[in-house]
């Protein structure tokens, strides 16, 4: 196993990570609801990111985010809620690795807030029309819905975004400092007949028409 990684020392087992790290506190055994209580739905209900966790049936994992205004994800019940599917590049990572293994972790945030929530389950692919036309937005109903079955949902202790200031605008980079999506997509793509500012203009395309 070691030869697998550029490092001297693996840890293999859980009584070697308890060595290092100890156990959970009672708090943190205890937060852990089978259904969405009313926090969760208002945590919900103010959220307008959430990162989607899926794998296929070999276990390669993908992690995606999703975003809209607040709200924008359907709560059903205490035990369901619906994703809107908005479009995309098409590619459809978290919907085939759904399809092939229902498995899925949720992480929704709340700008400005520290800590998040954390919802696992199951999840499909839906097409229920029902739903779906109350997620509508800008007049467009989205063709496909994540539909998840609640098992787990938590929250999140605040500790990574205080130690990254991740919503602090102090610690933001300069527009100048900032990585070129453009730039990285041409040398990505490997094509030669297209610029950076070919990259540039499609991204902006996308983004101004193909919102919804």
Not at 69 to 87: A, K, N, S, Y
Not at 95 to 103: A, D, F, Q, S
Not at 108 to 115: A, K, Q, S, V
Not at 200 to 209: N, R, V
Request: aromatic share 6%; glycine share 6%; proline share 6%.
């Amino acid at each position: 196993m070691l030869s697998e990684w550029p490092f001297e020392k693996i840890v293999a087992t859980e009584e070697e990570l308890r060595n290092v790290i100890g156990t959970p506190s009672k708090v943190a055994n205890q937060k852990v609801l089978s259904y969405l209580d009313h926090h969760c739905r208002s945590f919900l209900a103010l959220s307008p990111f959430v990162i989607i966790s899926t794998a296929n049936n070999s276990g390669a994992c993908d992690a995606s985010p999703r975003g809209d205004q607040p709200g924008f994800v359907h709560v059903i019940d205490d035990h369901h809620l619906v994703i809107p599917e908005r479009p995309g590049n098409r590619r459809g990572d978290s919907l085939t690795n759904i399809m092939k293994n229902p498995h899925i972790g949720l992480l929704f945030m709340i700008p400005g807030l520290g800590e998040t929530l954390r919802v696992n389950g199951k999840a499909c692919v839906t097409t229920d029309e029902r739903l779906l036309t109350e997620m509508a937005m800008n007049d467009s109903v989205p063709s496909l819905g994540i539909g998840v079955k609640v098992e787990e949902c938590f929250i999140h202790c605040a500790k990574a975004f205080i130690r990254s200031s991740l919503w602090k605008p102090n610690s933001w980079l300069n527009n100048k400092d900032r990585p070129s999506a453009a730039q990285i997509l041409k040398d990505h793509v490997k094509d030669n007949a297209l610029t950076e500012n070919d990259m540039s203009e499609l991204l902006k395309e996308s983004y101004e028409k193909r919102l919804y």
